[in-house]
């Protein structure tokens, strides 16, 4: 994999990794060590442990790992797919100010640090609007009657 791409995808193996992630799950990462082919040992540093282990465990619940370095430069169509949005709706996020961006020459390029954080952002806003609402139901008394009428039919 090449640090300039962002859609380098690895499905996970055939075989189960129960035993991969048992061992990650239980080790103590600042002496987890990784051994070469010729037989020589390096500590991994904790933060290289802790993405192995959390690579192993989607692989072992049958996702696949995308893996992206922060600081890369997104299309506006990687952005858009990235967020689930079409490009256009993600060109008028940038336009609005919501994500900034530059453009080097015709084209809009956008950090992928910035995506990450407008889409946090937004899944705290929609929690916060979650909770807000379950909090006006529960005060105006919704949930009792919802559940006296599925009682009354």
Do not use: N, W
């Amino acid at each position: 994999m090449t640090s300039s791409t962002l859609d380098h995808t690895v499905l996970p193996p055939e075989q189960p990794l129960d035993g991969l992630l048992a061992l990650l799950t239980g080790a103590d990462a600042p002496s987890a060590t990784l051994t070469g082919p010729d037989g020589e040992q390096l500590l991994l540093p904790p933060e290289v442990f802790e993405v192995l282990r959390e690579v192993v465990a989607a692989m072992a619940r049958g996702q696949a790992v995308t893996i992206a370095p922060v600081h890369q430069r997104l299309t506006t169509q990687e952005g858009a797919e990235l967020l689930g949005v079409s490009r256009p709706t993600f060109v008028k996020l940038l336009e609005d100010g919501e994500i900034p961006y530059e453009r080097p020459g015709r084209h809009r390029r956008v950090l992928l640090s910035d995506v990450l954080s407008y889409r946090d952002r937004r899944s705290l806003q929609a929690r916060e609007a979650l909770d807000r609402m379950v909090e006006i139901a529960d005060q105006s008394g919704m949930y009792e009657q919802t559940a006296t009428s599925k009682r009354t039919r």
